[in-house]
């Protein structure tokens, strides 16, 4: 017998006492019995399997690329006519000059509000979003549930996954890409830097190059930040300014992502349009960000960390709202010139551009939750704290004339007004006793 203090501590080394019971050669008819036993349960464990494959549905079961940053590894099911009928009419144009655009990260904050918009004025859109549990999924699903009312369907899966990619393209020809889809956060990059290699860049290249070989290529439009100016000091950022510092690996992936758009316009004529967006916030918005948790930490009665930089030096934002920001992604769909390539192959020069989407007038953290302080009615426990090294910077603040003249921006929503709304969506959405506040 194996008793538990007799296993040895290296696995794989644990001596099989009880094989020899069907190995000995004195073992005689109890050796038969044994074999025939292993045989039947052998037979029994295959039929299983036969029956289990035999019994899965017709749509293809695809596990999505190993996410070795994920503690949930997901599968995805799609395919089958079923599915492919609901990806057609999501993607349907109500008229025949209206876009279709494939929106990766639909579940996300951005995504939503732009795939909604999308569909209200007429253009088709299909999501696609891997509901991974970088914050509450719940959330995400609530957001999800919002986009099937307006008629926007969201594929779940991952945009490493290939295949998937490609069989979107093969049933709907994309005119247009809204890429969304990242491994956002400036802080947690310290904590999980696999994350945003996984999507911010090997999911970027994986959707390039699917975009690039399929016909027509579709123009496509995607989310950069703010936070690629690192320590640039000039203010306000212009899009000519050096973005070569990056203080976090969130911003250097996203940094690495406007050279990668680079290449591909370049050798395959893919048209491009990167969009820096500043500080985004608003109603469904990410609870990750500080204007979200500081909103539940004062309602909780909780302290709040509020960062100053040395010799109590202000940190600012420039908080962006998200109507303005849904302008702003609307405006570089529509000026979006139209890729070049075929067949995997570049024809000509294609548009690459590059945005800030910002509110141009950078407001500190401290005044941030002073007027939360306001709406909210409850004074907050504020802990002053010097600015951490986790990738934060001080400062951010737009120059935003190169997308006022090409995209028409033009943001008009203070952060006073924009946070009103947001403390009204909060409270009512968290009111509802079903949904629980971490
Ligand atoms: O502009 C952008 O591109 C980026 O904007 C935000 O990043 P961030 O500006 O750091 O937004 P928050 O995490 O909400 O922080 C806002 C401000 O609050 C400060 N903060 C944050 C957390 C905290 O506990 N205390 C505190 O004072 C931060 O230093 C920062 O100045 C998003 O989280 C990024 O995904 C996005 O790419």
Same mark, same amino acid.
């Given at each position: ?87 057609? $009419?999501?993607? &349907?144009?109500?008229?025949? =000059? ?8 639909? /579940? %996300? +904050? *951005? ?72 491994? $956002?956060?400036? &802080?947690?990059?310290?904590? =999980? ?8 860049? /090997? %999911? +970027? *290249? ?233």
């Amino acid at each position: 017998m194996l008793h538990i203090d007799s296993a040895p501590s290296t696995p794989g080394k644990v001596k099989m006492e009880k094989s020899s019971y069907f190995f000995t050669r004195g073992g005689g008819a109890r050796w038969h019995y044994s074999l025939a036993k292993l045989t039947v349960w052998s037979f029994a464990f295959l039929a299983l399997i036969l029956i289990f494959f035999l019994r899965s549905p017709a749509p293809s079961t695809i596990t999505s690329a190993a996410d070795p940053s994920r503690r949930s590894l997901r599968n995805y099911n799609w395919g089958g006519s079923a599915w492919e009928k609901r990806v057609r $009419a999501s993607a &349907r144009a109500r008229s025949s =000059n209206g876009l279709t655009v494939l929106v990766t990260g639909a /579940a %996300g +904050f *951005v995504g939503t509000h732009v795939s909604s918009a999308l569909k209200r004025r007429g253009d088709g859109v299909l999501g696609i979003d891997n509901f991974n549990d970088y914050y509450d999924p719940s959330l995400k699903r609530a957001r999800q549930a919002l986009l099937e009312r307006t008629g926007v369907f969201i594929v779940e899966g991952d945009i490493n996954d290939e295949a998937l990619l490609r069989k979107l393209f093969e049933v709907v020809p994309f005119t247009h890409v809204m890429h969304l889809a990242a491994q $956002a956060g400036v &802080r947690y990059a310290m904590e =999980n830097p696999g994350s945003y290699v996984h999507s911010n860049i /090997a %999911g +970027f *290249v994986n959707l390039l190059e699917v975009c690039k070989s399929v016909n027509p290529q579709p123009a496509i439009v995607w989310a950069s930040s703010s936070s690629v100016y690192g320590l640039n000091t000039k203010v306000p950022f212009s899009e000519k300014d050096r973005t070569d510092q990056p203080a976090s690996l969130y911003a250097a992936t996203k940094k690495a992502g406007e050279e990668i758009a680079h290449t591909y316009n370049h050798i395959y004529g893919l048209s491009l349009t990167g969009l820096r967006f500043f500080t985004v916030y608003g109603p469904w918005g990410r609870p990750d960000m500080a204007y979200f948790f500081f909103t539940k930490d004062i309602l909780k009665g909780k302290q709040i960390a509020i960062f100053e930089a040395a010799n109590h030096g202000t940190v600012a934002r420039d908080f962006t709202y998200i109507d303005d920001i849904v302008k702003g992604c609307l405006g570089a769909l529509d000026t979006a010139e139209k890729s070049t390539g075929s067949g995997g192959k570049k024809r000509g020069p294609a548009q690459l551009r590059v945005f800030n989407l910002g509110n141009t007038s950078p407001v500190p953290v401290s005044e941030l939750v002073s007027i939360l302080e306001r709406l909210l009615k409850v004074k907050a426990k504020r802990n002053i704290m010097k600015l951490p090294r986790n990738g934060d910077v001080q400062y951010t603040h737009a120059n935003i004339s190169y997308a006022q003249r090409e995209l028409g921006y033009k943001p008009t929503t203070d952060l006073q007004s924009g946070l009103k709304k947001f403390v009204r969506w909060y409270l009512n959405y968290y009111s509802d006793g079903k949904k629980a506040v971490e």
